[in-house]
């Protein structure tokens, strides 16, 4: 979405730390926060589908697309 971590964060009402540490596989995300991640992102249009194994599916809308562009 072209967010900064501060962004999200505060997007999600979570840490900034949680969200770094998620990233560098240094902390792990609940249930719940993971679940919020993915709630915010199909919210802006963009939908993730977990699949067997490691595969995933990443669909975004247009209305997606231009949000993210516009932050670029």
Same mark, same amino acid.
Do not use: P
């Given at each position: /979405?072209? @967010?900064?971590?501060?962004?999200?964060?505060?997007?999600?009402?979570?840490?900034?730390?949680?969200?770094?540490?998620?990233?560098?596989?240094?902390?792990?995300?609940?249930?719940?926060?993971?679940?919020?991640?993915?709630?915010?992102?199909?919210?802006?249009?963009?939908?993730?589908?977990? /699949?067997?194994?490691?595969?995933?599916?990443?669909?975004?809308?247009?209305?997606?697309?231009?949000?993210?562009?516009?932050? @670029?």
């Amino acid at each position: /979405m072209g @967010w900064s971590q501060d962004e999200m964060a505060q997007a999600l009402g979570m840490a900034k730390t949680t969200l770094a540490r998620a990233e560098t596989a240094e902390g792990n995300l609940s249930t719940a926060q993971l679940s919020q991640i993915l709630s915010l992102y199909k919210a802006n249009g963009i939908e993730v589908e977990f /699949m067997l194994g490691n595969d995933l599916s990443l669909k975004v809308s247009e209305s997606g697309l231009l949000k993210a562009q516009s932050k @670029w």
